[in-house]
């Protein structure tokens, strides 16, 4: 089971939108619900953005909105801030043997 | 709020086996799944597997044959361990909880593979 495709850096101003695309397969992302999303600041560990492909937990800011469409997810960060710079990964249950897969990381940068 | 707090030794020899234990606070471990996620120094995610409040594991077919993952529920404890390991099992090892997302995860512990 190979990682999900990730750009590896997106770069935006304060104040605009950036989009991240997560691209799998049909065994993952295109044919699960449970796609989510997480942010990693250095040194830190990762934190629960999005969950089930739109759904955000509660204490997350509603600048952040997850979509798919077939095999491809997207994390979408809205208004863009200084403390949304960190990196991205994407996750996905899948119906191989691996069970969860991660994507391979995009360090957003606020310029 | 639950918790999350791994430990274990910081380095480990070639050939021997990784020993890490995750601690849960603020809550039971018994209700919940309970994850290990790895992560190589400046790389990404790796899930290493889950144990289920059901009792049963499942494991990522590229470790299966050396990873065993367990619960202790007496001391509200989740273990790893990962034998036979290599300079590539050098990585800050994660536990999280759940079963389709991961939330909370603990702050991670750094474990280098060198002799």
């Known amino acids: 089971q190979s990682a999900l495709t990730q750009p590896a850096s997106v770069f935006g101003s304060p104040g605009q939108s950036i989009t991240i695309s997560c691209t799998g397969t049909s065994s993952d992302v295109g044919g699960s619900k449970y796609v989510s999303w997480y942010q990693q600041h250095p040194g830190k560990a990762p934190k629960l953005m999005i969950y089930e492909v739109n759904n955000r937990p509660s204490g997350v800011s509603n600048r952040f909105s997850g979509s798919k469409s077939g095999n491809t997810a997207s994390l979408t960060i809205s208004g863009l801030q200084a403390e949304d710079e960190a990196d991205y990964y994407c996750s996905s249950y899948t119906s191989s043997t691996t069970l969860h897969v991660f994507g391979t990381g995009t360090k957003v940068a606020v310029l | 709020q639950v918790q999350l707090q791994e430990s274990g030794p910081g380095l480990v020899k070639p050939s021997e086996t990784l020993s890490l234990t995750c601690t849960v606070s603020g809550g039971s471990i018994s209700y919940f799944s309970w994850n290990w996620i790895r992560q190589p120094p400046g790389k990404g995610l790796e899930w290493i597997g889950y144990?289920?409040?059901?009792?049963?594991?499942n494991y990522n077919p590229s470790l299966k044959s050396r990873v065993t993952i367990s619960v202790d529920t007496s001391k509200n404890q989740l273990s790893l361990k990962l034998s036979s390991v290599t300079a590539a099992d050098t990585a800050v090892y994660y536990c999280?909880?759940?079963?389709?997302?991961?939330?909370?995860w603990g702050q991670g512990t750094l474990v280098t593979v060198s002799s």
């Open positions: 144990m289920r409040n059901s009792g049963t594991s």
């Open positions: 999280a909880r759940g079963d389709l997302k991961f939330d909370p």
